[in-house]
């Protein structure tokens, strides 16, 4: 059984542990140790159990403590932190951690490479994707019905194109090598969910061009124009500053 905690989600740092009751992996460091410590105890989870460490990408909001982390516990596609060379991790190809198998999907963002992750254990699966402009066909294709979604859903674009960022940041961020706007994310989605799904976090929100009560009210308006019933799937936003469990 897939579990997980979303310790940080935003532009000052993420980091998620996805966990069961054999394996600890982390995807992205980008706090404090000492913080992801304190979370983790809060939350009665021994640091200890953390034997993998997967980055997504070199930005420092998800590498910042990547250097406090042994060498052999972390994995990424080649180029995002420094690896032995049986680390490297590529799209596309199931690897296994404990009892986990995971396969590094696709991403598009202004930090090359970049990539998301499909992680399975038994019956049930997980999508981590954050820090994209788009999604390409063959990543979309192996997010399908998948019972758990942590998905970046980053601005609104009204308050995007209405704040005081420059305009170089703001194309930057609504480009394909930027971010998932909230619309944007909610059409993604509402193609991939299937019978299997049972929750959605929205991950990676702005804290200036977004808000929680935005990306749900989207995707509950998307999910009705398209028709489908979200009744039994649970949808809730991620937190920069506040933990919350899957």
Known sequence: MINALIIASGSKGNATLIYNEDT???IDFGISEKYLKEKLIEFEKNPAKLSYFLFTHAHIDHIKSCES??????????NVVPLKDENVL???????FGSFLVTPIR??????????YLIKDGEEDLIYLTDTGKIDKRTLALMKNRTYYII??????NMLLNSDRPDVL?????SYKGHLSNEDSAFYISSCV?????????AHLSEECNTPELALKTYHNVFALKGINIDKIVIK????YEAIEL
Not at 69 to 78: A, C, G, M, N, T
Not at 111 to 116: E, I, L, V
Not at 152 to 157: G, M, W
């Open 24 to 26: 600890y992996l982390l």
């Open 69 to 78: 982390v042994e060498i052999d516990k972390r994995y990424s596609l080649k």
């Open 90 to 96: 590529e799209c596309f190809k199931e690897f296994k």
């Open 107 to 116: 991403a598009s963002h202004d930090s090359d490479p970049t990539c998301g």
């Open 152 to 157: 970046e859903s980053n601005h609104d674009v």
């Open 170 to 174: 703001k194309k930057r961020i609504l």
């Open 194 to 202: 299937g019978d299997k799904t049972r929750k959605i976090v929205l």
């Open 237 to 240: 936003c991620a937190k920069q």
